[in-house]
């Protein structure tokens, strides 16, 4: 069965702790790997897709990479308005729609 | 250009009544899905449907769920005589026929069954 696996469930930094954030998932015939911010009462905004191991997109503070066999999301510097629930799924070869995982809920105190 | 237009955004019900939720997808977008969020979970997918067609809708509990994506109009989640477990997030998602499998949200609907 295909599954998405976050890590950690919360996380906790101070405002310039930099941190990263890992998906691994288990996705047959990974198609694309893709990474939301929730805030709460809002829905999923969409951050960034890779599509193949070894590919990294960047925004602002952060950064996604792809391996086999995980993801993470690398936090530089993080601001409190950083603070949400970072979002990973995965789309299969088989599949037309995302599998998520349960997030990682981020907090950034000043 | 408008996003994801969900609504009702908050939605009371008393237990075996019915929910209509409504989901007007992205200009251009031609494929919606709809998700459920229950409080510490994640996502769950429900359904998948393009313009009268469903996809896919392995999500879907078999008794009381229905979903729709007329020709014209919204695509509409429906629950039939809604039961306290129902209460939750319904997120609806379109995404461009270019199939890169990228979904943009609406803000959701609440529903909560008294």
């Known amino acids: 069965e295909d599954q998405v696996t976050q890590s950690p469930e919360a996380l906790r930094l101070q405002e310039g702790e930099s941190s990263s954030l890992n998906c691994s998932y288990t996705?047959?015939?990974?198609?694309?790997l893709f990474w939301y911010r929730q805030d709460p009462g809002k829905g999923p905004e969409f951050l960034f897709t890779l599509y193949s191991a070894g590919e990294e997109k960047e925004k602002e503070r952060l950064k996604a990479t792809l391996t086999k066999k995980e993801s993470f999301l690398h936090i530089t510097a993080p601001k409190p308005e950083d603070s949400a629930t970072y979002l990973c799924a995965g789309i299969g070869g088989s599949q037309g729609n995302l599998i998520f995982g349960k997030g990682t809920k981020l907090s950034v105190k000043p | 250009n408008a996003g994801v237009m969900q609504n009702p955004r908050h939605l009371v019900r008393r237990r075996g009544q019915e929910a209509r939720l409504r989901c007007s997808p992205m200009?251009?977008?031609?494929?919606v899905y709809w998700y459920r969020q229950l409080p510490e979970e994640g996502l769950k997918f429900m359904v998948y449907l393009q313009k009268e067609n469903i996809i896919d809708e392995s999500g879907m509990p078999k008794e009381r769920f229905s979903a729709e994506f007329p020709k014209e109009g919204p695509s509409i989640l429906r629950i039939q005589q809604v039961v306290r477990g129902d209460s939750a997030a319904y997120f609806c998602?379109?995404?461009?026929?270019?199939?890169?499998?990228?979904?943009?949200f609406g803000e959701g609907s609440r529903l909560t069954v008294l």
């Open positions: 996705v047959s015939g990974l198609r694309g």
């Open positions: 200009k251009g977008h031609s494929h």
């Open positions: 998602a379109s995404s461009p026929p270019d199939g890169t499998g990228e979904l943009f």
